[in-house]
């Protein structure tokens, strides 16, 4: 992990992220110039680095102004930009809007002072650079950022798994009034792709919420080649947010995707992914765009806890896939079985368990 790579200041934030593999370099380069935003860079070489034209970066025009060296030995990029954050009240029957929080427009703090080079992580914290409404006057809006060295699985929820090809950011809003009764909230998330790779939301549902309790649904928005369509990287993340910083269960926020649009947007407004793709006029990268909106039927789990958080994985391949735990397998087996098979295996697992307790969950019955 390194800071500001070639730049003395902690004005600005950029944290890159290299990760070494046995053929390969997976460069995260992530950053709050403009909106905040991360690119990830695969290189065919275990040797790339990551240049950057500091001068040129930080100037209107910051086109060329990052890429990766040599620049031959790039497999891939792509780069997911968080754009906007939608606030709204359900007014009787229509959705009275806010007005938008444009990250773009936000100032953010060093992350230099957050940088954890044990743990791997890092926070981007931001506020409004114009607040008329006074909202963050007593909070704050986070991207937060783990990279990983190895596959394995989070311990706080959502429990998500994760590759060593992956890196975990968390959207946290803490402590920001809402400006309605029943405010909910709404991320944009735009992704640039290099043109010939399509973006496909799916959706999986699973009988077993061992590692993430009462949640079954997760969702992967996977970048596939349109040729061969072998996955290129993704975002995936659990159908929940959570209301608290060390959550349970009982803290889950509803957490719904609202549909891809194939925007025909510009590039968005970051100059960290302009300065690596290039201004040009959508010729060699397409943009999509998907809002993430919390909050169930009420809305109300915010206006109480004054907090919102959301995990979603970054990687490059193939999204990680849960298998069932344990338990359910057993459930299963017991079920699938003969009554007989069912009374041995029911009886044997009462012996083993007897006295043992899965963590965070209990059975129904
Ligand atoms: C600001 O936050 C603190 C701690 O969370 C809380 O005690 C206080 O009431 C808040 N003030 C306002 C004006 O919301
Ligand atoms: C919010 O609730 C208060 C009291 O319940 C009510 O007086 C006010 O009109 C509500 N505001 C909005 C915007 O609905
Ligand atoms: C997200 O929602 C806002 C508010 O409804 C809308 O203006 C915006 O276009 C939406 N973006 C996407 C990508 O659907």
Redesign the pocket.
């Known amino acids: 992990m390194q800071y500001n790579p070639g730049w003395n200041s902690s004005s600005v934030n950029l944290l890159h992220v290299r990760a070494v593999g046995p053929a390969d370099t997976l460069h995260f380069i992530w950053s709050s110039i403009g909106a905040p935003a991360v690119l990830l860079v695969v290189s065919g070489s275990r040797n790339s680095t990551l240049g950057i034209d500091w001068t040129r970066l930080l100037s209107p025009a910051p086109a060329g102004a990052v890429w990766i060296d040599p620049p031959s030995s790039v497999i891939y990029s792509t780069a997911v930009v968080f754009t906007k954050v939608?606030e709204y009240s359900e007014a009787k029957t229509e959705e009275l809007?806010y007005p938008t929080y444009d990250l773009s427009d936000f100032s953010w703090d060093s992350v230099n002072r957050t940088l954890n080079h044990t743990a791997l992580t890092a926070e981007f914290t931001g506020i409004p650079a114009a607040d008329p409404s006074g909202s963050f006057s007593n909070g704050s809006l986070a991207f937060r950022v783990t990279a990983y060295e190895a596959s394995s699985r989070d311990g706080p929820l959502p429990s998500l798994l994760h590759t060593a090809n992956s890196s975990k950011v968390e959207f946290v809003l803490a402590g920001v009034a809402p400006r309605g009764n029943s405010s909910r909230f709404?991320l944009?998330v735009a992704t640039v792709e290099e043109t010939g790779v399509a973006q496909k939301l799916r959706s999986t549902r699973s009988i077993d919420d061992e590692y993430t309790p009462t949640i079954f649904e997760t969702l992967s928005l996977v970048a596939e080649s349109r040729n061969g369509s072998s996955a290129r990287s993704f975002l995936q993340w659990k159908a929940t947010a959570y209301g608290s910083p060390s959550p349970r269960r009982e803290d889950n926020i509803q957490c719904r995707s609202?549909?891809l649009?194939a925007?025909n947007w510009t590039l968005p407004v970051s100059s960290i992914v302009r300065a690596y793709f290039g201004e040009g006029a959508g010729s060699t990268y397409t943009v999509s765009?998907?809002?993430i909106s919390f909050g169930g039927e009420d809305g109300k789990v915010y206006q109480e806890k004054r907090y919102l958080s959301w995990s979603v994985l970054l990687g490059f391949g193939q999204p990680p896939q849960d298998t069932f735990s344990p338990l359910v397998i057993s459930i299963m087996a017991v079920a699938l079985g003969t009554p007989l098979l069912m009374l041995l295996v029911g009886s044997c697992a009462l012996l083993f368990t007897q006295g043992k307790r899965y963590s965070d969950y209990e059975p129904i019955n």
């Open positions: 939608f809007f709404v944009e609202r549909g649009q925007a765009a998907i809002n």
